[in-house]
């Protein structure tokens, strides 16, 4: 098995989602999640966009796409 890439940061983000595992629980709504995401990575000092427009459409809607932290795209869907 190959290394993974960005590693340190990897497990960092794990601990994140496992924290607000710990502390939300299950059947919260995704959007719960990605709010308690964005507080956790500003606790974290983790530079990251929220949802940034990409040009995806449905139905002639633009698709939001997940939390992105600096090098790692991170899609909160179950």
Known sequence: MSELL???EIFQLVGLWMEI???LGKG???VIHKD?????L???GIPFSREK???ITY???ILP???TQAKISISTYR
Not at 36 to 40: I, Q, Y
């Open 6 to 8: 960005y590693k340190e």
């Open 21 to 23: 595992h710990r502390e």
């Open 28 to 30: 919260h709504d995704e």
């Open 36 to 40: 308690a995401l964005v507080v956790e």
């Open 42 to 44: 500003n606790r974290a």
């Open 53 to 55: 427009n990409y040009e």
């Open 59 to 61: 139905k002639g809607v």
């Open 65 to 67: 796409h997940g939390v």
